[in-house]
DNA sequence: TTCGATATGTTGTATGCACATAATAATCTT
DNA sequence: AAGATTATTATGTGCATACAACATATCGAA
């Protein structure tokens, strides 16, 4: 009972739902009640089940009171990492290849993507991520150059492209999609793949402040694994 | 400042780190002094930067201060859901076909994800999950009978057994591999896609309680795509 | 009786104080 | 100089109090 501290009260109560003594959608006694059973200030319990409802695990409403969460739905949280961590976590050498660099404007998927006015320029940038010089990953990306002009004058030669975003937009917010794809010519090239391989592609948007910053492309060489716990 | 002090302090802090005020990795001012300026208790921007903390903007740790992250690594959040309700969202009918149910000893590959002694039979079921009639998803899995024995009594032909599961096993953990894989010919005859499409995967295996539940593969059909903020 | 406005109580939310704890820096001891 | 001890200074935690929202009950007028 002395073991005050909210985690551990809130491990406990995570227990009792998983044994079933809470069923699914079910309320769950009111903090105040909790609170006496544990011995704890209220102000405990609800941190605890603060936690858990963070967590998807429970539903909290103002009067209607806590209730394990219904939704069969799981939450699962993924790291998305810069390429180059992914490399070097794997005891690889990581270098990269910048294969296509213009100013341009883009195809109006792009230009839609970024906000962008009809006809604005923006910069395109190919990359192959190399691991111990084989083709790890291929990325295609739009740089909203109105955003981020600095990236012009980036030595993108020395550090890639997302890098140097990351330490220059950091905490952009954005939107990522999963999905797989048959690889096309240019990506099999690329990839140093067979055309038609599936291909792991991470599709990524960012933004700051409501303004478009870049979208990009990565496409992974066949057999990657995205991995998380849940 | 009335009572979203601690939400609205920590969208402040936020926006300073990202406008770049601090910049990534560097140290960010000790609660006290952020209390000053805010003119509100230590405890409130404490609970600001939990905040922060726990969506892995800033890390802070005891004596050494709260600086910003410097991990250039971005967390998504999933929602994985039930195949049903996918279908469900996209307007379309629902509906599931068991085309395999065996009880038998798994392939090694199975039993030790498991956990299970060799020779130990499971359940194996192969289920295709339908939208309007057309295939959508399939999906191939083994469950543990030893923790689950109730599974074998289900009615596993009016309810998938992932759905069954959630409902009789919820809150279990696990974890989850996302990736693209070439459909060979079973999937590609369940999903009816060509044989060599690019399917994407959804490899999960859940436990309760230090058992494992049940293994499962879920094969989308082509297109499919995994979307999420961040 | 019926409808609607208002009172009321239950339950979650927010804040600030006092104290606990951890990690480092400073100091003392040998 | 090396090791042990104490001080300092951060964040972490528990608790009490005040607050706000929501559902329901209650009351009064048409």
Redesign the interface.
Known sequence: MSSHSHHTIRQAI?DR??T?EWA?GELIPGEAMLADEYGCARTTINRALQGLA?DG?VIRKRKGGTR?CDM???????????VR?QVEALGSVYRHQVTRRVEKAPPTAVQKRLGLAPGTKSLQLDTVHLADDRPFAFETRWVNTRAVPAILDAPLDEISAN?WL??TV?????????????AGKDVAEALGARE??????ID?TTS??GEFITTMQLY?R?????????
Chains 1, 2 share one sequence.
């Open positions: 995570l739902i998983q079933g699914l963070n695990v394990v069969p739905v799981r939450q699962a949280k993924f790291n998305i990492p810069v961590e890098e990351v330490q950091p905490f952009s917010s954005g939107d990522v999609v999963f999905c797989a794809v048959n038609g391989a599936a291909v792991f592609v990524r700051l402040a992974y066949e057999g990657y694994q995205l991995h998380s716990q849940l």
